[in-house]
């Protein structure tokens, strides 16, 4: 039996989630769709039916875990399904303030849901005029984006190209799995919304490949040429008070972004950061990082010295475009031999974001087990979703998991074959702590 | 739920004598057969309310009742009529042959999703989202709850009609309609999805959304658990005795035994024969066999008492969606999914 999809769409009052309900439901795709509304918008459709509920959260306990579940959807879907003219898609219209965590773990653990309906998606609308207003203070509001599997910034005509792509970057530092969306009255094509397979790991790969890239604190690796002595660096005025640098010596041929280079720069990035004013002389390849502090208006000119000639990387927190940042010596900018803007896997906001994982290896099935048990039994409530490729000692298929809080559900997927083996792992969530999640998993492997 | 495969009676056991079937073409919602035994009313997925002849199967009136879907049928005890609810703010309450006779309000701006007639005199119980009420026989209000703390989920009188119980999140809420009684609450941190209410009115027993099934002695207030339910447990039945509680939420039948200090510390009787989870449940009235369906099309009989095997079989063509006994316990209807109804003689 087909499972029927289910859509939910999320977003603050006035983002334009009843818009984009209409537009799904006036277009013409031939789909049977039911609606469950949680907010009484203005629907004017006759074609599809309309539900209105309350909104019920209560606790449940699935075995030995505490998870929290809508009540509502339990029962009204379980009605549903009692009708011959089955649906051939369900949407789900939360209010302004839900929190997206109890509509996906319903499809988790009711067994009668899970066995009729598939979770397609969570679609979450985001007001780019307005969601400043909301987004430092609402955990409603950073938790619907951090959900979501598709974030449509709308209402693109009211804001400036730079306003939105700042949006954008912070968005996508909060949530690095989503695929982001940019419409005018939430003009999107249905089919990006409809059919997203958001909850369908190996449809998320195929779609959006870079999601299990990896992430790094740092939005761009420049590998420059230098010579012993000093060097300036340029910064404008940019969006940040303070941005933090790395720099480290490679070898010959080697360029910055190189996976091992990042790392190691990571591991640095990792450490107290010294705070550096225009006054201080930043030693270039030195073990630690520096925090450049930026208040004030007007350009800020770094001092930073080569101990010894060779090549070097600098890893910068922040794109160079954003802070007109340039490296210069004698008053001639220098030119990168090889440059690489990094997804952007830090979060702008300290309190929710995304961690990507990778490792080379293979891992201990128990000792995942264990590892992923306590993070869960510990961690869970601020863990929002999880997705992963494991490659498991002594297995021949892909481990392919993926989670909603305490809640997983992972599987044996197709065989590695000739693709190069790896473990991906991306965590989204509040406070998570890169480090720990890294070492954690690393004490996974065999 | 697990994929359905179909069950294998047992050699020995007696295929049960089909005395009609009847197609309505749509998902059985509800069923009912009226204390005379002679009229089977029928709640179907598409909204349509069907009388048929208990005796030949016939069709007797068809109305579209509930645009959107029947939710729940209720015949009142005296046969004369009947109450339906579907995804609209009123209940319905029809003649005998299908006229339409009075419509009831249940709470604004939300479904009626439950009807139950009290099993003495003409009181009608129906649930409409947080809130239920009780009408007298010409629909005038007797009784109105206050806001429950979720929507109600299930209603069920006492078997001699003196109360009613309503479930929903947080546990059971008990409105007793005598003089000098009480309400009561039996609370529970949980959400109730299904109730049972044993016949001598000591125990109630309900099914949770998290997989166990809750109980309550009335007289202490005692409470107990029994869990490790793979599935919601959603079909409950008591013997006539008030002694077997059997309980669905997965293939096999767990019969709970309330004799002696039972059923807490013991072992249930376990009826293992369906391949897919048991949805519906019914005792034999005045006697200890029960009727068992699953989703695997199968209705089973049972005698728990004298042994855990079957007695009796049928089959229909989907997932078994409704099993009532008429009053007499010689006629055991059964409904599908697809819309299949049938009439089982039983010796």
Not at chain 1, 415 to 428: E, K, Q, S
Not at chain 2, 154 to 177: E, K, M, Q
Request: charged share 25%.
């Amino acid at each position: 039996m087909k499972k029927i999809p289910v859509t939910v769409l999320t977003g603050f009052l006035g983002s334009g989630k009843t818009t984009l309900l209409n537009r799904i439901l006036t277009e013409n795709h031939g789909k049977r769709i039911a609606v469950i509304e949680n907010e009484f918008g203005e629907i004017g459709i006759d074609q599809a039916l309309v539900i209105n509920a309350e909104e019920e959260v209560f606790e449940m306990n699935n075995g030995c875990i505490c998870c929290t579940v809508r009540g509502d959807l339990i029962r009204i879907l379980g009605n549903l399904m009692k009708r011959r003219d089955k649906f051939d898609h369900i949407l789900v219209e939360t209010t302004g303030m839900a929190d997206p965590g109890p509509v996906a773990q319903t499809f988790f653990v009711d067994d009668e849901l899970k066995h009729m309906f598939a979770l397609d998606g969570i679609v979450t609308l985001v007001d780019a005029k307005h969601v400043h207003l909301h987004i430092e203070d609402s955990s409603e509001c950073k938790e619907q984006i951090a959900f979501a599997d598709v974030l449509v910034l709308n209402k693109t005509d009211l804001v400036s190209e730079a306003e939105l792509d700042a949006l954008q970057r912070r968005v996508t530092g909060m949530n690095s799995m989503a695929r982001v969306l940019r419409a005018q009255d939430a003009n999107v094509p249905i089919a990006d919304v409809l059919d997203v397979g958001g909850f369908d790991l190996e449809r998320a790969l195929a779609t959006k490949p870079e999601f299990l890239s990896p992430e790094y604190p740092f939005e761009w690796a420049g590998t420059f040429e230098v010579e012993e002595g000093a060097y300036e660096l340029l910064l404008g005025d940019g969006p940040d008070p303070t941005m933090t640098l790395v720099s480290a010596y490679l070898d010959p041929g080697v360029v910055a972004h190189d996976r091992v280079e990042a790392e190691r720069a990571l591991r640095i990035w990792a450490q107290p950061a010294l705070p550096a004013s225009v006054a201080t002389t930043i030693e270039l390849g030195a073990r630690q990082a520096a925090s450049l502090q930026l208040m004030g208006r007007g350009p800020k000119r770094f001092t930073l010295v080569a101990p010894k000639s060779g090549r070097i990387g600098l890893f910068t927190q922040h794109l160079p475009a954003e802070f007109e940042l340039q490296l210069v010596r004698h008053d001639v900018a220098l030119v990168p031999a090889a440059e690489h803007e990094f997804t952007a896997g830090h979060s702008h906001d300290e309190e929710v974001g995304s961690v990507g994982i990778h490792l080379e290896g293979s891992i201990d099935g128990d000792r995942l087990n264990k590892w992923i048990s306590q993070l869960l039994r510990e961690k869970g409530l601020d863990i929002f979703r999880m997705k992963g490729i494991l490659n498991i000692a002594g297995a021949d298929n892909r481990f392919v998991f993926q989670g909603v809080h305490m809640l997983f559900d992972g599987r044996e997927d197709r065989p590695w074959g000739t693709t190069r083996r790896a473990n991906d792992l991306v965590f989204i969530g509040r406070k998570l702590d890169r480090e720990a999640l890294t070492r954690g998993f690393e004490q996974c492997l065999t | 739920m697990p994929d359905v495969t179909t069950t294998q009676p047992r050699r020995g056991t007696t295929e049960l004598h089909p005395r009609w079937r009847a197609t309505l073409g749509d998902y059985v919602v509800a069923l009912g057969i009226s204390a005379d035994g002679q009229l089977c009313v029928i709640g179907a997925g598409d909204g349509r309310v069907v009388g048929l002849d208990v005796t030949s199967g016939r069709e007797l009136f068809a109305v579209h009742a509930h645009h959107g879907g029947v939710l729940d049928v209720s015949i009142a005890p005296d046969g004369s009529r009947f109450a339906t609810c579907g995804p609209e703010p009123t209940a319905k309450i029809w003649s005998r042959t299908g006229a339409l006779i009075r419509e009831l309000p249940g709470t604004r701006g939300t479904w009626v999703e439950h009807v139950a007639w009290s099993p003495a005199g003409a009181r009608l119980a129906i649930a409409a989202g947080r809130r239920f009420r009780v009408c007298g026989p010409d629909g005038e209000p007797m009784f109105d709850s206050d806001t429950l703390p979720s929507t109600v989920t299930g209603l069920t009188w006492r078997d001699d009609g003196t109360s009613l119980a309503a479930i929903c999140y947080g546990g059971v809420h008990i409105v007793p309609f005598v003089a000098g009684a009480k309400p009561r609450t039996l609370a529970w941190k949980g959400s109730l999805i299904s109730i049972a209410w044993s016949p001598d009115g000591k125990v109630v027993a309900c099914g949770s959304q998290d997989s166990s099934v809750h109980f309550w002695r009335m007289a202490s207030g005692h409470d107990s658990q029994m869990s490790g339910y793979p599935f919601k447990p959603k079909a409950l039945a008591w013997d006539h005795e008030s002694k077997l509680l059997a309980t669905g939420g997965d293939a096999t039948i767990t019969t709970w035994d309330f004799r002696g200090k039972g059923p807490e510390n013991t072992h249930p009787i376990v009826l293992a024969a369906h391949k897919g989870v048991c949805t519906q449940l019914a005792f034999r009235p005045r006697s200890g066999v029960l009727a068992s369906g699953s989703q695997d099309t199968s209705v089973l009989l049972w005698d728990p008492r004298r042994g855990a095997q079957e007695i009796g079989f049928a089959f229909l063509d989907d997932e078994v969606t409704a099993l009532v006994w008429d009053r007499t316990g010689r006629a055991l209807a059964g409904a599908d999914a697809s819309g299949g109804v049938t009439l089982w003689e039983v010796a």
